[in-house]
């Protein structure tokens, strides 16, 4: 099984009666690209803030890298690049100061990375930073976070005030540069076509519930849809239903594995199984985030880090 | 490398306090052929000395404060691997440094352009109100109230609030032992004066002891605030 570069038990924070993050159970195994997928207020960033220690959680416990965020935050920050949602910097500086100002704080800078992604993103390093574009803003985080030569990186909405273009870009380097050091990259977003582009893991999050961790390829090939149709359907979750939708007598099902054993089983129970169909990120993320309709979510996914990565 | 930031981003009002203290005085008494150092020098000396150090102190201690611990840029700051104390201290004793570069430059100036048309800096006989003490008073006061309004602006991570709280608060200590003096007859001492019967120079030391509690005060909360 493999370590893990992030990990929380029952990780809560309320700011006031206000729920931001509940009894989060999050797996992040090391060396892999986790996205963290969200609605907008969903928790994801009070859920980095924990990480990072910039919040403290008012009940539960995480991991970093293998140490306890309290008391090991600054060992953890050592080995930590974050690219934070707000993409403000220092104004008057130009990125080539902020680049001898981030320098001194960690012993494995690299000076050489600097070079290469500064010319690789076309970045104007003499430039005032309030006078770049956001595009250039946002690339000037990467830079600085690239050089870090950190084990994890943590990027907040990295691609939030980006063009499709610059976006692109962006993705482009972060994973070549995750794939070619090795390190792990954990990153927020609520778009998912850059989640599904770049991502192995994919957690999914909303009203401080994660509802869903998983394996991109295991969503593609084990989650399906199935629409029933009949009375006394089953609207409990389990490890096996992931999130159960009702709409009068009709019930869709989001099933994580052995859809047709699951299928049959409500056939035997009396309900006509209407629909059996395999689903993209995007329609799961949607089943589980949708409000129109009554949807009863459970933590299942948890379970599928552990067996997926020993396989 | 933090140091060198602090001083990147206060080091033009560290310039304009500098000038202001070093160039008026010269130039006022080359401009009077002398006049003015011979008539009025001390006593203005001592006033522009005091009015200098305090605007730099509110100043330099805002400027200090808003660039490193506001919302906009903590997240920044408060993820490299550093305590958060070592970032509050930091950056108070850059501003701190510089407060007391200007403080002495005004004061070498001063007192070499005095000395030239053979006045003396820290004595008249004429004028009682001159004294070598004041310049103390008036570095302990500045010291004073660029302690507390770092502390502020750190503690409310805005420039204007924490600028405006600590203006606030020292015309408010000004109020209450007005207060007390008309009501009980209490004597509260405010910064830079002699607390009690102790002695000058431990009572301005108290006041250094108090002002640095406030940047004690500032790293406590800076350290336990979430961002």
């Known amino acids: ?311 | 490398m933090y140091l060198w930031k602090c001083w990147r981003d206060t080091r033009w009002f560290f310039f304009v306090f500098l000038a202001i203290a070093a160039l008026p005085m010269p130039m006022a008494a080359f401009a009077s052929h002398g006049g003015i150092a011979r008539y009025a020098g001390s006593f203005a000396f001592q006033n522009t000395f005091v009015t200098i150090v305090t605007a730099a102190a509110y100043a330099l201690a805002t400027i200090c404060a808003i660039q490193e611990f506001t919302d906009k840029t903590a997240h920044f700051l408060f993820t490299k691997p550093r305590s958060r104390g070592y970032f509050v201290w930091a950056s108070w004793i850059v501003g701190f440094t510089e407060l007391l570069i200007v403080a002495a430059v005004n004061l070498l100036v001063g007192w070499r352009v005095l000395a030239h048309y053979g006045v003396s800096a820290f004595t008249e006989a004429a004028a009682q109100d001159v004294s070598p003490r004041n310049f103390v008073e008036a570095v302990v006061y500045a010291c004073f109230a660029y302690a507390l309004t770092f502390a502020l602006t750190a503690i409310l991570r805005n420039g204007l609030k924490g600028l405006g709280a600590s203006l606030g608060m020292m015309a408010g200590m000004i109020g209450v032992a007005a207060a007390l003096q008309m009501r009980w007859k209490v004597d509260l001492p405010l910064p830079p004066q002699q607390i009690g019967h102790l002695p000058i120079a431990l009572s301005e030391c108290l006041w250094v002891i108090v002002a640095l509690l406030f940047v004690c005060v500032a790293q406590v909360v800076v350290e336990r605030a979430e961002i």
């Open chain 1, 1 to 311: 099984m493999r370590q893990l570069a992030i990990s929380t038990e029952g990780l809560t924070k309320n700011y006031g009666p206000t729920a931001a993050v509940q009894e989060l159970n999050l797996h992040v195994p090391c060396g892999t690209i986790y996205g963290f997928l969200g609605r907008n207020g969903a928790g994801k960033t009070t859920t980095i803030k924990m990480l990072l220690g910039l919040a403290r959680p008012t009940s539960g416990s995480a991991r970093v890298l293998g140490m306890d965020t309290a008391p090991d935050r600054i060992a953890i920050l050592q080995r930590t690049a974050f690219v934070s949602e707000k993409k403000t910097l220092y104004p008057l500086l130009t990125p080539k100061e902020l680049v001898r100002f981030s320098r001194g704080f960690y012993p494995t800078w690299d000076d050489t990375a600097v070079e290469k992604y500064s010319q690789l993103l076309e970045i104007p390093m003499t430039q005032r930073f309030d006078r770049l574009s956001n595009g250039n803003q946002t690339k000037v985080f990467l830079l600085l976070a690239l050089a870090q030569g950190a084990d994890l990186l943590i990027l907040d909405e990295p691609t939030a005030a980006l063009d499709p273009l610059t976006a692109d870009e962006f993705l482009r380097v972060l994973a070549g540069s995750a794939m070619e050091r090795g390190c792990t990259v954990f990153f927020s977003s609520h778009r998912l076509e850059e989640v599904e582009r770049i991502a192995e893991f994919v957690g999914v999050m909303d009203r401080g519930r994660l509802l869903l961790e998983s394996r991109l390829d295991d969503i593609k090939s084990e989650f399906r849809l199935i629409i029933a149709v009949g009375n006394s359907l089953p609207l409990h979750t389990s490890s096996q239903v992931l999130s159960v939708v009702t709409d009068g007598d009709c019930c869709r099902y989001l099933v994580t594995h052995a859809a047709e054993g699951f299928a049959a089983q409500l056939a035997r129970n009396g309900a006509t199984v209407t629909q059996i169909t395999s689903l993209g990120l995007r329609e799961i993320f949607l089943h589980l985030v949708r409000k129109e309709l009554p949807c009863i979510s459970g933590n299942a996914g948890a379970t599928l880090v552990g067996s997926s990565s020993s396989s």
